[in-house]
């Protein structure tokens, strides 16, 4: 198991901010390479912060790669953020019509995926990175003295290997989509759920892509959420 520090160099503040101590130039750990965690880094980019970016996935917005097919509820111009849009521009990125709404493979092909090859972002962002544990520095189960004054432990697997990176706050960009609740609405799993757990699906299907599953079939929604109406409305 490897311990080891990484510091984004290029995004160092001036020294003479004292910005550029010991403890500040550890880097912000950002969770999640999709929207909100991409918008972090651009972010950070834009005021000269360390950061580097954990992504489970192979590629940014792997989550959202999952329902490509479905359309956003809003527009381009409430899906694009302001410094992501500043540095974008910077690169001559062609900005899509903020009136049309964007599914999500649209929302990965034409934002997220130009945003994180940007030189300012890309060299901090790392793929297939897994999160497994985070701690802080110092500390245990049996002590906790000047917690909130330590650094944090971020415990990651990567091709099997666990690596360990320091870093001096974390943002958890995760969202939920990878965790979906359970049938009951108290979040208790049943046994009988897990059971049939690879007959469930908790996503949103594409439906139209694989017709033979649900064609002149009878399938039943669980949940007054959106994505139960979304179905139906398919």
């Not at 899906?79 to 062609?94: M, R, T």
């Not at 290997?161 to 990878?178: F, P, S, Y």
């Amino acid at each position: 198991m490897k311990t080891f520090k990484i510091l984004n160099q290029q995004t160092c503040c001036d020294p003479s901010t004292n910005c550029c101590t010991p403890e500040s130039s550890l880097p912000v750990a950002i969770i999640g390479a999709g929207p909100i965690g991409l918008a972090a880094a651009a972010h950070l980019a834009v005021r000269k912060q360390p950061f580097i970016l954990f992504e489970g996935c192979e590629e940014v917005g792997g989550n959202i790669r999952t329902w490509g097919h479905v359309t956003l509820f809003s527009p381009w111009q409430y899906n694009i953020d302001s410094s992501a849009k500043d540095l974008l521009q910077q690169a001559d990125w062609q900005e899509p019509n903020g009136e049309l709404i964007p599914t999500g493979q649209e929302l990965i092909d034409t934002y997220l995926q130009p945003l994180a090859e940007l030189e300012q972002l890309k060299p901090s962002i790392h793929l297939n990175h897994q999160v497994i544990a985070i701690t802080r520095k110092y500390n245990d189960k049996m002590k906790s003295k000047d917690r909130n004054e330590q650094s944090f432990l971020l415990y990651i697997k990567e091709k099997g290997e666990i690596k360990i990176v320091e870093a001096r706050a974390v943002l958890d960009a995760t969202g939920t989509w990878g965790n979906p609740n359970p049938a009951q609405g108290n979040g208790v799993w049943l046994p009988s759920e897990q059971a049939l757990s690879e007959n469930i699906d908790y996503h949103i299907p594409n439906v139209t892509a694989s017709p033979s599953l649900y064609a002149n079939k009878k399938s039943p929604l669980s949940g007054a959420g959106i994505q139960p109406l979304i179905l139906y409305l398919i």
